[in-house]
Protein backbone atom coordinates (compact mmCIF):
# COMPACT_ATOMS: atom_id res chain seq x y z
CA UNK A 1 0.00 0.00 0.00
CA UNK A 2 1.64 3.48 -0.89
CA UNK A 3 1.61 5.96 1.60
CA UNK A 4 -0.64 8.70 2.46
CA UNK A 5 1.70 11.96 3.40
CA UNK A 6 0.56 15.27 4.75
CA UNK A 7 3.78 17.42 4.10
CA UNK A 8 4.01 20.84 4.97
CA UNK A 9 6.04 23.24 3.03
CA UNK A 10 6.71 26.58 5.10
CA UNK A 11 8.92 27.98 1.99
CA UNK A 12 11.02 31.28 3.43
CA UNK A 13 8.94 31.79 6.34
CA UNK A 14 8.97 32.10 10.10
CA UNK A 15 11.72 32.97 12.51
CA UNK A 16 13.47 30.51 14.96
CA UNK A 17 11.02 30.89 17.72
CA UNK A 18 7.84 31.15 15.88
CA UNK A 19 9.23 27.93 14.11
CA UNK A 20 10.22 26.44 17.04
CA UNK A 21 6.51 27.12 18.86
CA UNK A 22 4.58 26.19 15.40
CA UNK A 23 6.30 22.36 15.40
CA UNK A 24 5.37 21.96 19.30
CA UNK A 25 1.80 22.64 18.81
CA UNK A 26 1.75 20.30 15.78
CA UNK A 27 3.20 17.86 17.33
CA UNK A 28 0.99 18.49 20.79
CA UNK A 29 -1.80 17.68 18.71
CA UNK A 30 -0.01 14.71 16.05
CA UNK A 31 -2.86 11.98 15.97
CA UNK A 32 -1.56 8.08 16.08
CA UNK A 33 0.05 7.55 12.18
CA UNK A 34 -0.73 4.63 10.54
CA UNK A 35 2.28 2.45 9.04
CA UNK A 36 0.79 3.65 5.70
CA UNK A 37 1.06 7.56 6.99
CA UNK A 38 3.53 9.95 7.30
CA UNK A 39 3.90 13.75 8.09
CA UNK A 40 6.35 15.43 6.49
CA UNK A 41 7.87 19.27 7.07
CA UNK A 42 9.73 20.80 4.58
CA UNK A 43 11.30 23.80 6.33
CA UNK A 44 14.30 26.29 6.22
CA UNK A 45 17.51 25.00 5.92
CA UNK A 46 18.61 26.93 9.07
CA UNK A 47 15.69 25.11 11.39
CA UNK A 48 16.50 21.64 10.48
CA UNK A 49 18.46 20.39 13.20
CA UNK A 50 16.63 22.03 15.57
CA UNK A 51 13.11 20.45 13.81
CA UNK A 52 14.91 16.81 13.98
CA UNK A 53 15.77 17.54 17.58
CA UNK A 54 12.46 18.98 18.81
CA UNK A 55 10.56 15.70 16.69
CA UNK A 56 12.94 13.25 18.29
CA UNK A 57 12.40 10.63 16.45
CA UNK A 58 8.47 10.03 16.30
CA UNK A 59 7.67 7.30 13.96
CA UNK A 60 6.85 8.71 10.88
CA UNK A 61 7.00 12.01 10.91
CA UNK A 62 10.10 13.90 8.76
CA UNK A 63 11.76 16.89 8.59
CA UNK A 64 12.48 17.82 4.55
CA UNK A 65 15.46 20.17 3.51
CA UNK A 66 13.71 22.51 0.54
CA UNK A 67 16.42 22.29 -2.29
CA UNK A 68 19.90 20.90 -2.40
CA UNK A 69 22.83 21.03 -4.37
CA UNK A 70 23.54 18.87 -7.10
CA UNK A 71 27.25 18.29 -6.38
CA UNK A 72 28.12 16.67 -2.57
CA UNK A 73 30.77 19.17 -2.00
CA UNK A 74 33.44 21.60 -3.40
CA UNK A 75 33.42 25.68 -4.10
CA UNK A 76 29.69 26.38 -4.11
CA UNK A 77 29.71 29.27 -2.11
CA UNK A 78 26.06 29.62 0.28
CA UNK A 79 24.66 25.58 -1.50
CA UNK A 80 23.71 22.91 1.18
CA UNK A 81 23.99 19.14 -0.59
CA UNK A 82 22.30 15.97 0.29
CA UNK A 83 25.11 13.97 2.11
CA UNK A 84 25.64 17.65 4.52
CA UNK A 85 21.35 17.54 5.40
CA UNK A 86 21.52 13.54 6.05
CA UNK A 87 24.30 14.16 8.11
CA UNK A 88 21.71 16.21 10.32
CA UNK A 89 18.94 13.51 10.19
CA UNK A 90 17.60 15.18 7.01
CA UNK A 91 16.65 12.52 4.57
CA UNK A 92 14.03 13.99 2.37
CA UNK A 93 14.57 17.07 0.12
CA UNK A 94 12.22 18.73 -2.41
CA UNK A 95 13.32 19.06 -5.50
CA UNK A 96 12.22 21.36 -8.48
CA UNK A 97 9.21 23.79 -6.79
CA UNK A 98 7.74 25.73 -9.24
CA UNK A 99 9.33 28.43 -7.15
CA UNK A 100 12.71 27.01 -7.35
CA UNK A 101 11.98 26.45 -11.69
CA UNK A 102 10.66 29.66 -11.70
CA UNK A 103 13.18 32.54 -9.38
CA UNK A 104 16.18 30.12 -9.44
CA UNK A 105 15.83 29.11 -13.14
CA UNK A 106 16.00 25.03 -12.17
CA UNK A 107 15.48 23.79 -15.67
CA UNK A 108 14.20 19.73 -15.69
CA UNK A 109 18.22 19.01 -16.70
CA UNK A 110 19.55 20.29 -13.59
CA UNK A 111 16.79 19.02 -11.25
CA UNK A 112 17.29 15.57 -12.52
CA UNK A 113 21.11 15.98 -11.44
CA UNK A 114 19.67 16.92 -7.96
CA UNK A 115 17.22 13.68 -8.33
CA UNK A 116 20.47 11.79 -8.82
CA UNK A 117 22.04 13.47 -6.02
CA UNK A 118 19.35 13.19 -3.53
CA UNK A 119 19.06 9.07 -4.57
CA UNK A 120 22.71 8.59 -4.33
CA UNK A 121 22.91 9.63 -0.67
CA UNK A 122 19.78 7.23 -0.01
CA UNK A 123 17.61 10.21 0.75
CA UNK A 124 14.11 10.75 -0.23
CA UNK A 125 13.44 13.32 -3.24
CA UNK A 126 10.26 14.80 -3.10
CA UNK A 127 9.46 15.88 -6.82
CA UNK A 128 7.59 18.47 -7.47
CA UNK A 129 5.57 19.10 -11.47
CA UNK A 130 3.22 21.17 -12.21
CA UNK A 131 1.32 23.50 -15.06
CA UNK A 132 1.38 27.30 -15.16
CA UNK A 133 -2.22 28.86 -16.06
CA UNK A 134 -1.59 29.47 -19.77
CA UNK A 135 -1.11 25.96 -20.49
CA UNK A 136 -4.39 24.64 -18.00
CA UNK A 137 -6.33 27.27 -20.00
CA UNK A 138 -4.92 25.61 -23.49
CA UNK A 139 -5.59 22.17 -22.36
CA UNK A 140 -2.32 20.51 -22.43
CA UNK A 141 -1.81 20.22 -18.94
CA UNK A 142 -0.80 16.24 -19.12
CA UNK A 143 1.65 16.77 -22.54
CA UNK A 144 3.43 19.70 -19.82
CA UNK A 145 3.86 17.18 -17.27
CA UNK A 146 4.59 14.36 -19.02
CA UNK A 147 7.41 16.08 -20.60
CA UNK A 148 8.79 17.42 -16.92
CA UNK A 149 8.15 13.98 -15.51
CA UNK A 150 10.42 12.20 -18.77
CA UNK A 151 12.98 14.73 -18.61
CA UNK A 152 13.71 14.90 -14.58
CA UNK A 153 13.21 11.05 -13.90
CA UNK A 154 12.72 8.60 -16.69
CA UNK A 155 16.62 8.07 -16.59
CA UNK A 156 15.83 6.53 -13.23
CA UNK A 157 15.85 2.31 -12.69
CA UNK A 158 12.81 0.79 -10.94
CA UNK A 159 14.53 0.64 -7.52
CA UNK A 160 15.41 4.44 -7.73
CA UNK A 161 12.38 5.92 -8.92
CA UNK A 162 10.58 3.45 -5.84
CA UNK A 163 12.22 6.09 -3.35
CA UNK A 164 10.58 9.41 -5.27
CA UNK A 165 7.15 10.78 -4.06
CA UNK A 166 5.93 12.76 -6.32
CA UNK A 167 3.95 16.35 -5.73
CA UNK A 168 1.62 17.31 -8.22
CA UNK A 169 0.75 21.64 -7.65
CA UNK A 170 -0.34 23.65 -10.75
CA UNK A 171 1.29 27.01 -10.43
CA UNK A 172 -2.04 28.60 -10.91
CA UNK A 173 -3.12 26.98 -7.66
CA UNK A 174 -0.62 27.91 -5.63
CA UNK A 175 -0.78 30.67 -2.85
CA UNK A 176 -3.81 31.76 -4.83
CA UNK A 177 -6.38 30.43 -2.67
CA UNK A 178 -7.84 28.95 -6.22
CA UNK A 179 -7.71 24.87 -5.78
CA UNK A 180 -7.55 22.22 -8.13
CA UNK A 181 -11.39 20.63 -7.50
CA UNK A 182 -11.00 16.67 -6.37
CA UNK A 183 -11.61 15.87 -9.92
CA UNK A 184 -9.06 17.81 -11.60
CA UNK A 185 -6.86 16.90 -8.89
CA UNK A 186 -7.60 12.70 -9.51
CA UNK A 187 -7.60 13.23 -13.50
CA UNK A 188 -4.62 14.80 -13.66
CA UNK A 189 -2.87 12.19 -10.74
CA UNK A 190 -4.44 9.12 -12.55
CA UNK A 191 -2.62 10.23 -15.71
CA UNK A 192 0.54 10.84 -14.30
CA UNK A 193 0.09 7.33 -12.71
CA UNK A 194 -0.34 6.17 -16.00
CA UNK A 195 2.88 7.45 -17.78
CA UNK A 196 4.50 5.89 -14.65
CA UNK A 197 3.10 2.44 -15.77
CA UNK A 198 3.45 2.87 -19.49
CA UNK A 199 7.71 3.43 -18.56
CA UNK A 200 8.09 1.20 -15.14
CA UNK A 201 4.91 -1.25 -15.03
CA UNK A 202 1.48 -0.82 -13.20
CA UNK A 203 3.09 -2.79 -10.31
CA UNK A 204 5.99 0.25 -9.73
CA UNK A 205 3.56 2.86 -10.52
CA UNK A 206 0.66 1.92 -7.78
CA UNK A 207 3.40 2.19 -5.18
CA UNK A 208 4.55 5.89 -5.95
CA UNK A 209 2.71 8.31 -3.64
CA UNK A 210 1.62 11.19 -5.83
CA UNK A 211 0.72 14.30 -3.56
CA UNK A 212 -1.55 17.41 -4.17
CA UNK A 213 -0.24 20.89 -4.12
CA UNK A 214 -1.81 24.16 -4.53
CA UNK A 215 -4.22 25.79 -1.88
CA UNK A 216 -4.83 22.37 -0.12
CA UNK A 217 -6.34 23.48 3.64
CA UNK A 218 -8.11 22.18 6.31
CA UNK A 219 -11.83 22.40 4.81
CA UNK A 220 -10.66 20.74 0.85
CA UNK A 221 -8.36 18.40 2.20
CA UNK A 222 -11.07 15.43 3.28
CA UNK A 223 -12.11 15.59 -0.45
CA UNK A 224 -9.20 16.33 -2.10
CA UNK A 225 -7.13 13.13 0.01
CA UNK A 226 -9.94 10.76 -0.78
CA UNK A 227 -9.37 10.61 -4.86
CA UNK A 228 -8.31 6.89 -5.35
CA UNK A 229 -4.80 8.47 -6.87
CA UNK A 230 -4.31 11.39 -4.39
CA UNK A 231 -2.16 10.10 -1.78
CA UNK A 232 -1.65 13.66 0.16
CA UNK A 233 -0.78 16.94 -0.15
CA UNK A 234 2.03 19.10 -0.35
CA UNK A 235 0.42 22.53 1.92
CA UNK A 236 1.82 26.11 1.89
CA UNK A 237 0.15 29.11 3.42
CA UNK A 238 -2.48 26.08 5.56
CA UNK A 239 1.00 24.61 7.01
CA UNK A 240 1.86 27.68 9.14
CA UNK A 241 -1.01 27.42 11.15
CA UNK A 242 -1.67 24.87 13.59
CA UNK A 243 -5.15 23.72 13.30
CA UNK A 244 -5.19 23.93 9.55
CA UNK A 245 -2.27 21.83 9.35
CA UNK A 246 -3.21 19.32 11.83
CA UNK A 247 -6.90 19.18 10.44
CA UNK A 248 -5.19 18.19 7.17
CA UNK A 249 -3.53 15.37 8.85
CA UNK A 250 -6.06 14.23 10.30
CA UNK A 251 -7.62 14.30 6.99
CA UNK A 252 -5.04 11.65 5.42
CA UNK A 253 -6.15 8.25 4.66
P1 LIG B 1 -0.11 26.96 -0.98
O1 LIG B 1 -0.65 25.81 -0.17
O2 LIG B 1 0.17 28.18 -0.17
O3 LIG B 1 -0.98 27.22 -2.18
O4 LIG B 1 1.32 26.50 -1.53
C1 LIG B 1 1.43 25.27 -2.17
C2 LIG B 1 2.86 24.95 -2.34
O5 LIG B 1 3.56 25.57 -3.10
C3 LIG B 1 3.41 23.87 -1.53
O6 LIG B 1 4.67 23.52 -1.97
Redesign the pocket.
Known sequence: MRKQIA?A?W?MNLNQQEAKDLLTNILDKLPKLTDNQQVVF?IPAIYLSNAVQQIGGISNVFVAAQNCHQNSNGAFTGEISAPMYSSVGVNHI?IG???RREYFAESDVLLAEKVNAVLANNSTPIF?CGEPLAIREAGTQNAFVETQLINSLFHLTPEQLLKVVI?Y?PIW?????K?ASSAQAQEIHAFIRSVLATKYGADIADQISILY?????AANAVELFSQPDVDG???????LIATEFTAIINALQ
Not at 213 to 217: A, I, N
Not at 233 to 239: E, T, Y
Open positions: ANKSVHSECAEAIGTGTGGSVKGLVGGAS
